[in-house]
């Protein structure tokens, strides 16, 4: 087991990596910018090392700085939480020849999955499911429109380094390919320095299914079900929920297997998600992976009883993963919302100093948060505040469950998008389970949904 | 030795209201005030320096980085101490101008 880890990364998912390593007995670094100095991170890792100014350029992803860091205070591993470094290739290159071990898979892993080609590629060589597109990146307009006919519309195209939903455009008709390829690649080109596009047949009801993978370095490889997604604004995560109320026990073992097998010819190590598209059919295909812990990891640990930030650890440090599949049990049902500092409506960001905090608690319920009374959110990162996690017998327990732990949440000073959460939460389509990833889409068009979102906004203090 | 722990409580006044320019850190780093085991320490305290005077190394990434001087002026404090780890805005010296 490592003697030090070093925690490059900062806000709840900080605490959580200190958290885990704290109950294995191994000491933890905290890095920070000078705008968290006063962070919980910082107050409760071993040592902490100030590493740059706020802006996360100049110290949360200064790997020179991270790398000294992990040098003055001997750290023997450095984990890199998710998002910043955590998919960066070149770092884990970095601090595994600098002799620290990046908690995470191989960095070639890193490369593979992280340009969505080549993902694409590496997926359907190892048997994971494509919906039909392009092979590869598309060289002109008018090849874009010849692969557009022969798979029929609707289309999307995708940047090939894009990621969070930047960079995609959707096609319905034949007379516009050339267009939108021109348009979409050059802002890709502007966003991520890079116009490579691809396309592929557009969804039009599809469900954000994704299967967990834990790997360990001998090759021994399980899956631990799936969490349902769906409910995300352009891209971006709100709710998660394990089961999903559209994975039936056969589908989540078929998704899981086929997984698994394409892990195992992968050679892949360490924590995984391997993202899906679930049709109305119940037909799945591969989006994308992920090679690191995700921010709703605790989803999958409140239903399987696997902690998984200490597993990713302890398979870092080289241990046999010891639980087979048939040792792996789905218990009830789990839910997370993340509360974010911002605008219930308009979701802005809105950072500020929280006058007043208080937690939730009570049975079944679980904060992931860096939050505390007299906290500023600071506006040089994201506007995740905390994640609210139940676990319950049965899902409508836990949306109750959900809905109660809500009403317990006093956050004051800020805006928060705890009254989405509760209108979210009472709409008849999240609760009849019959929901897709345009929920929130049409949530927020809905009369009802904007009247429940109004009255969680007069409740809420 | 490990660097300092930051607790949240902020550190204790006074190194920043007596007069003078702090030098800081530009990065995270060893602390040496001499560019060799066998080379003389660059400044001394009272030593007078010039603007773009080399003051102390700092060693990052197995690379001994020289730090200058921004400002002209007499070394009133040294704050770091040979071999230090020092973090990100660490203050080094206190100089003033003359």
Known sequence: ?461 | MGPRVSAPEPPPPPVTERPGILVTSPFVGTFYRAAGPDQPVLVELGSVVKKGQPICIIEAMKLMNEIESEDAGKVTEILAENGQPVEFGQALFRIEPL
């Not at chain 1, 890792?45 to 992990?70: F, H, M, Q, R, T």
């Not at chain 1, 600098?98 to 060589?125: D, Q």
């Not at chain 1, 317990?408 to 209108?423: D, K, L, M, S």
């Not at chain 1, 809905?446 to 007069?458: D, K, P, Q």
């Open chain 1, 1 to 461: 087991m490592f003697k030090k880890i070093l925690i490059a990364n900062r806000g709840e998912i900080a605490l959580r990596i200190i958290r885990a390593a704290r109950e294995l007995g191994v000491r933890t670094v905290a890095v920070h910018s000078t705008a968290d100095a006063n962070a919980l991170h910082v107050r409760f890792a071993d040592e902490a090392v100030c590493i740059g100014p706020p802006p996360s350029k100049e110290s949360y992803l200064n790997i020179p700085a991270i790398l000294s860091a992990a040098e003055i205070t001997r750290a023997d591993a450095i984990h890199p939480g998710y998002g910043f470094l955590s998919e960066n290739a070149g770092f884990a290159e970095v601090s595994e020849n600098c002799k620290i071990r990046f908690i995470g898979p191989r960095p070639e892993m890193l490369r593979l999955m992280g340009n969505k080609v080549s993902a694409r590629v590496a997926a359907k060589e190892a048997g994971l499911p494509l919906l039909p597109g392009s092979k590869g990146v598309l060289k002109n307009p008018a090849e874009a429109r010849a692969v557009a006919e022969s798979i029929g519309f609707p289309v999307i195209l995708k940047a090939a380094a894009g990621g969070g939903g930047r960079g995609m455009k959707i096609v319905r008709e034949k007379s516009v390919v050339a267009a939108a390829f021109a348009t979409a690649s050059a802002e890709a080109a502007n966003a991520f320095g890079n116009g490579d596009m691809y396309l592929e047949r557009y969804v039009e009801k599809p469900r954000h299914i994704e299967i967990q993978i834990v790997a360990d370095e001998h090759g021994h490889i399980i899956h631990l079900g799936e969490r349902e997604c769906s409910v995300q604004r352009r891209h971006q995560k709100l709710i998660e929920e394990s089961p999903s109320p559209a994975v039936t026990p056969e589908l989540r073992r078929r998704m899981g297997e086929v997984s698994v097998q394409a892990m195992e010819r992968i050679g892949y190590n360490n924590l995984g998600t391997i993202e899906y598209l679930l049709d109305e059919r119940g037909d799945f295909y591969f989006m994308e992976m992920n090679t690191r812990v995700q921010v709703e990891h605790p989803v999958t640990e409140m239903v399987t009883g696997v902690d998984l930030v200490s597993t990713q650890i302890r398979l870092a440090a080289g241990d046999p993963l010891k639980l087979t599949q048939a040792d792996v049990v789905f218990r009830g049902a789990a839910i997370e919302c993340r509360v974010n500092a911002e605008d219930p409506v308009t979701f802005a960001p809105w950072p500020g100093k929280i006058t007043g905090y208080s937690v939730p608690g009570g049975y079944g319920v679980r904060v992931d948060s860096a939050a505390y009374e007299n906290y500023s959110v600071l506006p040089y990162y994201d506007s995740l505040l905390a994640k609210l996690v139940v676990q319950a017998d049965d899902r409508s327990t836990a949306i109750a469950r959900m809905q109660r732990a809500l009403g317990e949440y006093v956050i004051e000073g800020i805006r928060t998008n705890i009254p989405f959460h509760r209108a979210a939460l009472a709409d008849e389509a999240f609760v009849s389970g019959a929901y897709d990833t345009r929920f929130v889409e049409r949530l927020l068009a809905s009369e009802s949904g904007t009247r429940r979102l109004r009255r969680a906004i007069e409740e809420t203090p």
